[in-house]
């Protein structure tokens, strides 16, 4: 904590620092530039205002209009070097400062809103790869059970043609079903993350029952497994195992 209050504090004079130093700089370059050609651009000194509220925002930008009013008054002013004599410095004073407060405003409230639109874009950006990035994950999630169903068609039809009884080919259905129904709650995780970002969707733990989520993924495999010759056999502890995981709603 104590770190980032200096850290922000750093920041700050850094702000301010820079807003008197530009507010000089231009200062100066005015009276160089009325020595060297023999005319007075007083005006020049509303850049370090624009300046300081692009690089520091409003209140380094105040600074720097400030500053510049009372110099430009101060140095450039008949009589010179002089400040505050007379209703006029004061008035010529204030007449700065008003511009100069008025640019700060303006430049201020362009910076913010840039800075606005540029974090909406960034979260956009942050967004469009949060959605490719989990289409990427379904589409991937998506070949193992859709392979699966493919094998079983193809087991399915072969056996047809040879002429194997239909009670026979009941396992491998079951099994493009189980696959089918995993490529349904695939698709339904994408229905989902469109809720998620609408801000419709609700997760909660509650039990859930852990024999059909191994079958399922013991049958998603045992389709491939059998045309290698393979044999998977699958035992399952007695009773009803469960486990508290996160249903969606």
């Known amino acids: 904590m104590l770190k980032s209050f200096l850290l922000a504090e750093r920041k ?27 005319t007075q651009l007083s005006s020049l000194a509303i850049v370090s205002v624009v300046l300081s509220a692009l690089y520091g925002g409003m209140g380094p930008a105040l600074l720097a209009a400030a500053i510049s009013a009372v110099g430009i008054d101060y140095f ?35 910076r913010e809103a840039y800075r606005e639109v540029h974090a909406q874009y960034r979260q956009t950006e942050e967004a469009k790869r949060a959605r490719e990035s989990m289409l990427a994950i ?20 072969r056996a047809a043609r040879e002429g194997t009884p239909l009670a026979d080919l009941a ?11 995993t490529m349904k709650r695939l698709v339904d995780d994408l229905l989902d993350a469109a809720a998620i970002e609408a801000g419709r969707f609700r997760i909660a733990p509650a039990p859930q029952n852990l024999v059909p ?32 995981a996160w249903a969606w709603r």
């Open 12 to 38: 700050a004079t850094l702000r301010y620092a820079a807003a008197v130093l530009l507010a000089c700089s231009f200062l100066a370059l005015v009276h160089l530039l009325a020595w060297l050609e023999g």
């Open 171 to 181: 396992g491998a259905l079951d099994a493009v079903h189980r696959s089918a129904d």
């Open 213 to 244: 989520i191994v079958e399922d993924a013991v049958e998603a495999a045992r389709l491939g497994a059998d045309q290698k010759r393979i044999r998977i056999d699958l035992s399952m502890p007695g009773g009803d195992p469960r486990a508290r």
């Open 138 to 157: 379904v589409s991937h999630d998506l070949r193992s059970p859709l392979s699966a169903v493919l094998l079983g068609v193809a087991y399915v039809k």
């Open 76 to 110: 450039f002013a008949s009589p010179l070097l002089r400040i505050f004599d007379s209703w006029a410095s004061v008035f010529r004073v204030l007449t700065y400062g008003t511009v100069g407060a008025l640019v700060a405003g303006i430049v201020a409230s362009l």
